[in-house]
T-cell receptor, first 114, second 110 residues
Framework: NAGVMQNPRHLVRRRGQEARLRCSPMKGHSHVYWYRQLPEEGLKFMVYLQKENIIDESGMPKERFSAEFPKEGPSILRIQQVVRGDSAAYFC????????????FGPGTRLLVL | DAKTTQPPSMDCAEGRAANLPCNHSTISGNEYVYWYRQIHSQGPQYIIHGLKNNETNEMASLIITEDRKSSTLILPHATLRDTAVYYCIVLNYNNNDMRFGAGTRLTVKP
C-alpha cells in the first residue's frame, strides 16, 4: 500500500508565477489536509478537504491560495502570484473516511520563490 | 495554538531509553493524545496515539497519567536515527482538529 505521494518534491518559481502542488492520498483515504512549514518553524494547518468539499480552510491565507480535491485525481494546492514569503515546505496528509482519523503525511513539496 | 507543552530540547545516550514528556492539562474527554516525529526535513511520521490507557507498538510506548493531563513517550532503546523533533498533539475526535506546537528536539548521542 503506497503512502501519501506528493509532487513535485521541489518547485522553483519566480515572483508572480503560479505554483501547483499535488497530493495523492493513501489508498482508501478520502480526507486530505495541507500544512505549511516555514524554515525553522513548526507545521501550520492550512486546509482540510474531503472529496469535492472543503471542510475547514481556517488556516488558508485569504488571498492567492486555493485548494481542491476533485472526485477524480489528486488534491491540488494552488498558489497564485507567488511571493518570496511563500517559500516553504508544504506537506499533505491523508486519513481514512471512517473511525479515528489518524493522519499520515507525505514527503512534502519544497517551494522556492526567487 | 497548540494545546500541549513540551520541553524544547532533550539529549539521550544511544542505547538508553528516551522519555519525552508532554503536558496537556486542558485535554477533554473526546480528545486523543498523538505523537509524531519529524526527522530533518522529512514529512512527519506517525508514532503512536492513546486515549487513556497506556499503549505500546513496535516504535514506542505511550504512558498517559490517570488524570490525562500529561503523557510520556518512551523510546526504549534510542538509536542515532531517532534524532528528530517529536510532536505531542491533542486530537479532537469530532472535528479532527490537529495543531502542531514547537515539539521537542531529541538528540541521540553516541
Amino acid at each position: 500500500n503506497a503512502g501519501v505521494m506528493q509532487n513535485p518534491r521541489h518547485l522553483v518559481r519566480r515572483r508572480g508565477q503560479e505554483a501547483r502542488l499535488r497530493c495523492s492520498p493513501m489508498k482508501g483515504h478520502s480526507h486530505v489536509y495541507w500544512y505549511r512549514q516555514l524554515p525553522e518553524e513548526g507545521l501550520k494547518f492550512m486546509v482540510y478537504l474531503q472529496k469535492e468539499n472543503i471542510i475547514d480552510e481556517s488556516g488558508m491565507p485569504k488571498e492567492r491560495f486555493s485548494a481542491e480535491f476533485p472526485k477524480e485525481g489528486p488534491s491540488i494546492l494552488r498558489i497564485q502570484q507567488v511571493v518570496r514569503g511563500d517559500s516553504a515546505a508544504y506537506f499533505c496528509a491523508s486519513s481514512p473516511k471512517e473511525g479515528l482519523r489518524t493522519q499520515y503525511f507525505g514527503p512534502g513539496t519544497r517551494l522556492l520563490v526567487l | 495554538d497548540a494545546k500541549t507543552t513540551q520541553p524544547p530540547s532533550m539529549d539521550c545516550a544511544e542505547g538508553r531509553a528516551a522519555n519525552l514528556p508532554c503536558n496537556h492539562s486542558t485535554i477533554s474527554g473526546n480528545e486523543y493524545v498523538y505523537w509524531y516525529r519529524q526527522i530533518h526535513s522529512q514529512g512527519p511520521q506517525y508514532i503512536i496515539h492513546g486515549l487513556k490507557n497506556n499503549e505500546t507498538n513496535e516504535m514506542a510506548s505511550l504512558i498517559i497519567t490517570e488524570d490525562r493531563k500529561s503523557s510520556t513517550l518512551i523510546l526504549p532503546h534510542a538509536t542515532l536515527r531517532d534524532t528528530a523533533v517529536y510532536y505531542c498533539i491533542v486530537l479532537n475526535y469530532n472535528n479532527n482538529d490537529m495543531r502542531f506546537g514547537a515539539g521537542t528536539r531529541l538528540t541521540v548521542k553516541p
